[in-house]
Each structure stands twice: as structure tokens, then as C-alpha cells.
């Protein structure tokens, strides 16, 4: 069984352990609350889904947590009558509200039990529970501070087979058209709602890039709430902006990318690397103990990425990079080579063979 959800960085990673382990050893059931992105994405992906309603412990606001604690208990005893009906061989927590309660509740009455963790920072729900569960996956050895080091798997952050690249920088056609090396593709993506932040930064240096790279070819992922507007500005600055709302198909344009601008989320983080791609990223910094600072650091020490963090952005500073990368071949072709060596493809896999082996 798997706990948790709520976040697609939450969840994909689940998704990837339970394709893994429902190809090779068995069933998978998700455990997730009403209000999360589990409602819609478990079942497209054919996993049977149990709901629980849970709310976080850890918030800004007193009434948040005291609404957490009045429904902790149910989310408690619902755990254990879900446990006693489905009788796991091991029970794994992925992060999210609902992943305190029932990992621990399964803990308690002698479950195999586990948690993954995808950042840098790891999440309050798996501090917690790292204490108690037999293993824990990450994705950074910089999180390893936080876990008793007998129970570290060092495996990567899953990823489901589809996005996983075969052959990772193979062209492919762009616009019905072979893209030269003389027409560079960068992509700007804020996350799956987009970042109001990026979007209007990347708008005023739409400009400048055109007349610098007469034959660049920019991919931005907007988010739904800016997309309209962003499409009728870009459409009056070149015909070689394509605005999207939401990218479906990633790794169509990882293929093509030359630069990539983005937020540095777990899920973004191990895809770069997959995709071995020189990256500028500019961190969330409102995200849980700043973790996508954290992430993002992660490959900036390897030379694989620049930061730039958000309340220190500046036009030139970031057209500079943005320059840089696009201009500079062997700079890009390092920072793609250094990209390459933090990938680990096979963390899905590993991780289920170790699920498996704790169940025997």
C-alpha cells in the first residue's frame, strides 16, 4: 500500500514505485485524502484508491493544525480498520497528509513500513516518521542528517517508464520541421500551474532574446491563469514563441531543449538529470523549509545548473546565462555531461526490489 499524495512530486514518484512493483510482484492500493491530486491521477493510471480525510499538521495559522489535530484521531482509526481489511506485506509513505497516520498506525501494529523522500530538505511528515519505519529512500545525500544511517537507501527519485529517456538527446521534428543546430530550443517551465514570477520575467526578456537569437525557438509553460495573456503578448513580439497552458508530453521538448528556466521541484530536478540538460533555476521560495533551494543546489555544486534566486532577479543578469548556455557550446555540453552523472534511472526499480526484500 501507498500513503500519501496531495502534490504531483508526491505522487508521480508513487506512481513509478507501483507501476514497478505491479509489473513484477503484486498488487498496489493508494491511500490519499479527497482533496488531493490522487483523486484524479491514481485511478487514470489503473490503481485502486482508498480515501482518508486528513489535513496538514504543520501550518501558518493556529486554526490550520487545530483542525489537523480534531481530525488526526479518526484519520488514525480509519487507518487501522483499511490496514486490518487489506493486510499489506509492507506499507510505504510518499509524503502528504495522510501519510503521517496511516504509516504510523501501520508501524504500530507491525507492518513493513517505509517513506521516500524526493528533496533535499526532507518533508515534516517523513522527519517524523524516518524514527519509526524500517527504511528510507532519498533522492540527496545532503538529507541523510535527518535518518538513522542504518535505514538510508540512496536511490534516486522514481520516475515512471514513459518519461524515463531511452535515447535522450535524439532529434526529433519541431513544428514539422528538423531543428538545426543553428536554431536553439528554450524552455521555460514554472511547474504545472506555472509561476506568475517567471512568466513575467521571461515576457519582458522575450525581446532582447529574439533580437540576440534571430532563430531561437522559445517553449514557455505558462500555468492556466497567466496563459491568455502571455499568448497575446508573445504573439506581438515573433511567430517563434509557443505558449502552453500545460506540457502533456515533456519529454518531446527535454529532447529538444537546448536551455532550460525552471523551478526546481524534486520531479524537475531528477528529469533534468535523466535528460542531462544545462538548466537556469530559479527556486520557489515560499516551498516548505525552502527545499527547491536546496534541490536546486544540488546541481549547481555538480556545475550542472545556475541559480538565481527570486528576490535577487535581474533582466541582464539572467539574459546574461540565458546567453551564456545558448552561446557557449562547450560550457553547455559540461554542464550537460555533469547533469548526465546525477541521474539514476533505475530508482523505481531499486526501490520495489527493496520493498520486496523487506517483506520477505
Not at 541582464?316 to 540565458?322: A, P, R
Request: with cysteine; charged share 20%.
Amino acid at each position: 500500500m501507498i500513503a500519501g499524495g496531495g502534490t504531483g512530486g508526491h505522487l508521480y514518484c508513487g506512481l513509478a514505485i507501483a507501476e514497478e512493483w505491479k509489473a513484477r510482484f503484486g498488487t498496489v492500493i493508494f491511500v490519499g485524502t479527497p482533496q488531493g491530486l490522487e483523486v484524479k491521477l491514481v485511478p487514470a493510471y489503473q490503481h485502486p484508491l482508498i480515501l482518508i480525510r486528513m489535513a496538514p499538521l504543520k501550518g501558518k495559522f493556529f486554526l490550520a493544525r487545530l483542525k489537523a489535530l480534531f481530525w488526526l484521531p479518526y484519520a488514525m482509526g480509519k487507518s487501522f480498520l483499511v490496514l486490518i481489511k487489506e493486510k499489506p506485506n509492507v506499507v510505504l509513505g510518499i509524503g502528504g497528509y495522510v501519510s503521517g497516520p496511516f504509516v504510523l498506525v501501520a508501524r504500530m501494529f507491525g507492518f513493513k513500513t517505509a517513506v521516500i523522500d524526493q528533496n533535499a530538505i526532507p518533508g515534516f511528515t517523513n522527519r517524523l516518521l524516518g524514527k519509526w519505519v524500517h527504511l528510507v529512500f532519498l533522492t540527496f545525500e545532503g538529507s541523510q542528517k535527518f535518518f538513522s544511517q542504518k535505514k538510508i537507501r540512496f536511490f534516486g527519485n522514481p520516475v515512471l517508464k514513459e518519461r524515463v529517456p531511452i535515447n535522450p538527446r535524439l532529434r526529433q521534428d519541431f513544428g514539422g520541421q528538423a531543428r538545426l543546430p543553428s536554431k536553439p530550443l528554450l524552455l521555460i517551465c514554472g511547474g504545472s500551474q506555472g509561476a506568475h514570477v517567471l512568466n513575467e520575467t521571461m515576457l519582458k526578456l522575450y525581446p532582447k532574446l529574439v533580437r540576440e537569437f534571430p532563430h531561437l525557438v522559445i517553449v514557455h509553460q505558462t500555468g492556466p491563469t497567466d496563459f491568455d495573456n502571455m499568448q497575446m503578448e508573445a504573439q506581438k513580439i515573433s511567430d517563434h514563441i509557443e505558449i502552453k497552458s500545460y506540457i502533456d508530453n515533456m519529454a518531446h521538448y527535454y529532447r529538444l531543449a537546448t536551455c532550460v528556466v525552471a523551478r526546481s521541484g524534486a520531479g524537475t530536478i531528477t528529469e533534468l538529470a535523466l535528460w542531462g540538460l544545462a538548466s537556469i533555476l530559479i527556486p520557489y521560495p515560499f516551498a516548505a523549509d525552502d527545499h527547491q533551494l536546496f534541490n536546486a543546489r544540488e546541481l549547481e555544486k555538480k556545475k550542472a545548473a545556475f541559480i538565481v534566486e527570486q528576490k535577487n532577479i535581474d533582466l541582464e543578469n539572467l539574459f546574461s546565462l540565458i546567453k551564456k548556455i545558448l552561446s557557449d557550446d562547450d560550457l553547455r555540453k559540461t554542464m550537460e555531461h555533469n547533469a548526465k552523472q546525477l541521474a539514476k534511472p533505475r530508482a523505481a526499480s531499486d526501490v520495489a526490489e527493496s520493498l520486496k526484500e523487506l517483506c520477505e
